[in-house]
């Protein structure tokens, strides 16, 4: 959905040496990108639990288009999906 080129396998290839040599390792995943399908989300789950242990989630962020995005799906944001905190 992003373009990215990198699959999870790629990631794991990272993630399995780094641990072994005893490197800090840290993540941060987002979802409900565009295309993405329930089978995608839990396939991540799956990553994140295999890889509990090895792996730190940092953070896990909903994909949120702006108006100029590619993606952008003509909601606005600021009303609909984005919460701030005080």
Do not use: W
């Amino acid at each position: 959905a992003l373009g990215k080129g990198c699959m999870v396998q790629d990631n794991q290839r990272a993630i399995d040496p780094a641990h072994d040599l005893g490197m800090t390792i840290t993540a941060s995943f987002m979802h409900h990108l565009p295309g993405e399908t329930k089978e995608d989300r839990d396939m991540t789950a799956q990553f994140i639990d295999r890889n509990r242990g090895k792996c730190a989630v940092e953070g896990s962020y909903e994909y949120i288009s702006f108006p100029g995005c590619t993606n952008y799906d003509g909601a606005n944001p600021l009303e609909e999906r984005m919460i701030c905190r005080s």
